[in-house]
Structure formats: C-alpha cells, structure tokens
C-alpha cells in the first residue's frame, strides 16, 4: 500500500499538497504516483516566476517506462523550484515528501485547496484504482 501522508492534501492527478502559509503551498507527486511510473530519470519543472494554473500542465516527470505531465493542484506563481532535482530525479522515488518535493507555489485563489483531497478521501480514491 502506498504511504498517504496525513496533514497533506491531495489532488485526483496524484500531486500532494503541503500548507506552508495562508497563501503558499509546496508541491510534490504521491507516494502512489512515484511507484506507478517506476524509476524516474528526467524531471522538467517551471521556472520561478512562471504561472501556474489548477489542473493544467506545470511541467512533466520521465520515467523508463513514459513521459507523465505533472499537474499543478493549484493556481498562482511559483516563488520556488527543487533544483535538486534536475541531477537527482530519483529522489521522488526515494523520498516523494520530502526531499522529492518539486515547487513552492503562492497561491492565487487560497480557496482551491477546499477542492482538493484529504488524505483519507485520498487513499480510498487510490485504493479504487
């Protein structure tokens, strides 16, 4: 089973959500998400500045297996980039929470995160998967 963080929000395209203030968030793919692309070796994030907008593309994820767009669970301007990864991809297999977090993004409209999961309403969405 995959790990589901408490405390997290999830969205249903597999990106967490973790509050760093009322208006910035930092954002990762799941514990689920990395397992189902297998070994990752290319990550392509925006730039720090760059707009993101809910449910559309925010860059994309290589695995050996596919090319997967990453989808941005949220709306704003991304004030941060895990530059990380760009020589060590395979730290969102290892570690999807924490060393493997992908932006920081100051939201825009604070109030998309009610649409997202909980970490229990997210854990039943994957387990029906």
Avoid: C
Avoid at 59 to 75: H, L, N, R
Wanted: net charge negative; aromatic share 6%; hydrophobic share 40%.
């Amino acid at each position: 089973m995959s790990d589901v963080r408490e405390g997290l929000a999830y969205s249903r395209e597999h990106e967490w959500v973790e509050k760093l203030s009322e208006t910035r968030v930092r954002v990762g793919i799941s514990d689920f998400a990395q397992e189902q692309l297998g070994d990752l070796v290319f990550v392509e994030l925006p730039e720090v500045g760059a707009k993101v907008t809910m449910d559309e593309s925010l860059g994309s994820i290589e695995s050996v297996k596919a090319v997967s767009d990453i989808f941005s669970p949220v709306s704003g301007t991304v004030v941060e980039v895990n530059g990380k990864l760009e020589n060590d991809p395979e730290a969102i297999n290892q570690d999807p929470y924490q060393e493997g977090w992908l932006v920081v993004i100051e939201l825009s409209d604070p109030d998309e995160l009610n649409q997202l999961l909980t970490a229990e309403q997210y854990a039943e969405f994957v387990s029906e998967e």
